[in-house]
């Protein structure tokens, strides 16, 4: 069964309005996730490490203020993107890092067009 | 639907040995396909990549071929070192579609 749960899977949204992506790790509880930004057959871009209960790290180049990360418990990372624009629209995907610290477990992903 | 398929492992191999993880694909159309790299406790890392048939991706001393006749993707590294343990995942993209990995393969290299 599924480790990792993203929702929602796909979202349409217009210019200007906020968007609220949910990552959730199923069976383990998540120190450390990560958010990635796909385009279209290329490879995934890190935007920011999620740690609970502290703030996020974010990659150089990626907006804090226009991607905000919460990860406010052990099973939940939320990524929000505020005052979304066309340019934003993409492939959002998050990782779990197991409990262990050894392995990477994806989410299915979520893709956001914004008119 | 498209997929990709990996040796879970765990690999465990001697330094210096010669590496082969193997990846086959599932996919309509002509699939970019990637290699990343996790290294214990942190996110990934793009290895190497390879866009269209016969291309061949290299990064670090790893290489992998883009095999459309045999839909595989297989990485190799001719003598490995303790610091590639790690783990290794396969993955394709399609333009438009989001990408898709595979379950990763634990690399162990034991000095």
């Known amino acids: 069964g599924a480790v990792v749960s993203q929702h929602p899977s796909w979202v349409i949204c217009k210019s200007g309005t906020s968007v609220k992506i949910e990552c959730r790790s199923l069976?383990?509880?998540?120190?450390?996730m990560f958010w990635y930004r796909q385009f279209p057959k290329q490879s995934l871009m890190l935007m920011a490490t999620s740690n609970e209960g502290s703030k996020a790290t974010y990659e150089q180049g990626v907006e804090k203020d226009k991607f905000l990360i919460n990860h406010a418990s052990l099973t939940l990372s939320t990524l929000t993107v505020t005052s979304a624009h066309p340019e934003d629209s993409s492939f959002y995907i998050c990782s779990v890092l197991d409990s262990n610290n050894e392995k990477l477990f994806f989410g299915s992903g979520t893709q956001l067009s914004v008119l | 639907g498209d997929s990709v398929t990996q040796m879970e492992g765990p690999v465990t191999l001697s330094e210096e040995a010669f590496l082969t993880i193997n990846c086959t694909y599932t996919?309509?159309?002509?699939?970019?396909l990637f290699w990343y790299v996790q290294y214990p406790g942190e996110g990934l890392q793009l290895l190497l990549k390879?866009?269209?048939?016969?291309d061949k991706g290299s990064n670090k001393g790893f290489e992998a071929t883009y095999r459309k006749e045999t839909t595989s993707f297989h990485l190799e590294k001719g003598s490995v070192q303790v610091s590639d343990s790690a783990v290794y995942f396969c993955a394709l993209a399609k333009g438009g579609d989001k990408i898709i990995f595979g379950k990763g393969t634990r690399l162990h290299i034991l000095p």
């Open positions: 996919a309509t159309g002509y699939p970019s």
């Open positions: 390879a866009t269209k048939a016969d």
């Open positions: 069976d383990f509880q998540a120190t450390t």
